[in-house]
């Protein structure tokens, strides 16, 4: 490793293989329920088993949305659609991957296929929120509320619904040539849930009251951002005009919010997933214009470039860390390939960009993750020689069961958080938050912002990973 006077860092090339295989492999440290035969993760054990009896439901199963042990329905979907998006867009690079995305693809789609069980009602969270927080325990432990929060006719849940449409519909997409019949039975489900989600319009906020899904995953954005979502998958997914026809007719209500993208934001998804039906159109459209947009917004000299990079070249904006930097390089991925098959670039003004420009972005971002920046880090856990050794995870900084069998309750776990040493169990491929508007990182438990990981994170950048393994 050499340090330039620069102090930007020089590094060996990524080996984007290794990196994607445990970018997958996170997944596992997750997992909630039983454990499959086969789970990698040894240190992990079943936990949650009495998940949804408060409301005489099965809910065993799915992820723990990061560093906590909660299941939050909304980004658990969304982290389902972009694993899903990967294997549908890049699968051809995955190699042996493939089977494991699809496992990690399954695993979420399983427990939707759970909270979306019973007709007119969607379970939108497993575990008070506020209850877990006060806690430091493993998730085998667990002795806090493991209260079971839905919505309904009467309280409905229009962006919770659509977004569970739009994983349940691109997961059939993924599952095709693997499993058809799978792949039939989500599709159907998807078509039902979209149907509650469009029939009974509102924001799952307004069920949500103290210890529920907000304040921790609050629908800033509203709802119709993920109705059209919704409708764009399942436009892809069977073709049918309705669907068409529904993009086409409430695009123009999401146009104002900008191209961003996250669990809360799937307007820049809207725009480069649907682009590639209308881009070869004559006339203007608001889905290659937006993508577009999206592409202007971070591209070096370009008129409108509003999104800035740190001295190191992370892409960033107040507030944001890696989440900024690694959705953007998946859109733009996708979208590159979209102007390959047309023939076509992008004009910011007087500055133009090819594929190989949204590539060669794309490629920056996923190296300084990996280590080429200013502090040699690889913000994945368990990649290259110096990585994050605290992040802000109680099941990895707790002793595992086989190591600690008597039970860690809720308060027994602090000296374990407040410990200056390193995690004891390594959280394989696991996507610290990462450094927020500079390249200065704190490896700090207590520091979550930087140090938590998410499933969301770990599935965006499955996608970008799969590419640049195929197209180092």
Not at 10 to 20: F, K, N, P, R
Not at 242 to 270: C, E, H, M, R, T
Not at 311 to 324: E, H, K, R, V
Not at 325 to 349: D, E, M, P, T, W
Request: overall charge neutral; hydrophobic content about 40%.
């Amino acid at each position: 490793m050499l340090v330039s006077s620069l102090g930007i860092v020089a590094t060996v090339s990524a080996d984007y293989g290794d990196a994607l295989s445990k970018c997958i492999l996170f997944f596992e440290g997750q997992r909630s329920g039983y454990l499959p035969r086969g789970q990698r993760m040894t240190w992990r054990m079943n936990s949650g088993l009495k998940d949804g009896s408060d409301i005489g439901m099965d809910l065993i199963g799915g992820y723990y949305d990061a560093g906590d042990n909660v299941k939050f329905t909304f980004p658990m979907a969304f982290t389902v659609t972009n694993l899903a998006w990967s294997v549908i867009e890049f699968g051809q690079f995955m190699g042996s991957e493939k089977q494991n995305a699809l496992q990690a693809i399954l695993i979420g789609t399983d427990f939707l296929f759970k909270a979306t069980g019973v007709s007119g009602r969607i379970v939108a969270q497993v575990g008070d929120g506020f209850s877990d927080h006060n806690c430091w325990e493993r998730p085998e432990d667990m002795d806090t509320l493991r209260t079971s929060y839905v919505v309904n006719t009467s309280v409905p849940g229009s962006d919770l619904a659509a977004e569970i449409a739009a994983a349940l519909a691109s997961a059939s997409m993924a599952f095709q040539s693997a499993d058809a019949k799978y792949s039939r039975t989500l599709l159907k489900r998807a078509i039902e849930v979209f149907d509650f989600a469009d029939k009974y319009r509102k924001s799952y906020n307004s069920a949500m009251k103290r210890g529920d899904t907000c304040p921790f995953y609050c629908s800033i954005n509203g709802y119709m951002d993920e109705l059209v979502w919704g409708a764009a998958w399942l436009y892809r997914a069977t073709k049918s005009q309705k669907y068409w026809d529904f993009v086409q007719k409430n695009i123009n209500d999401i146009q104002y919010l900008g191209p961003s993208y996250g669990w809360d934001a799937k307007q820049g998804g809207v725009f480069v997933l649907f682009s590639q039906f209308v881009m070869n159109n004559t006339g203007s459209n608001p889905f290659v214009t937006q993508a577009d947009n999206l592409v202007c917004s971070l591209l070096p000299n370009s008129p409108t470039q509003y999104l800035i990079y740190t001295p190191g070249g992370l892409l960033t904006q107040t507030g944001q860390n890696l989440d900024l930097s690694a959705a953007s390089s998946l859109l733009i991925l996708i979208y590159a390939q979209y102007l390959k098959n047309f023939n076509r670039q992008v004009h910011c003004g007087n500055v133009v960009a090819d594929a190989s420009k949204l590539i060669q972005i794309a490629k920056g971002q996923a190296d300084y993750i990996l280590g080429k920046n200013p502090l040699g880090m690889s913000y994945m856990v368990g990649y290259g020689n110096n990585f994050p050794q605290r992040i802000h995870h109680r099941a990895s900084s707790l002793p595992s069961i086989k190591d600690h069998p008597q039970q860690i309750k809720c308060k027994d776990g602090t000296p374990w958080y407040q410990s200056k040493k390193p995690n004891p169990n390594l959280l394989t491929g696991a996507l610290a938050g990462g450094p927020i508007n500079s390249d200065k990182f704190s490896d700090d438990r207590g520091n979550a912002p930087e140090s938590e990981p998410t499933t969301y994170l770990n599935a965006i950048f499955v996608g970008v990973l799969a590419y640049f393994k195929g197209n180092p």
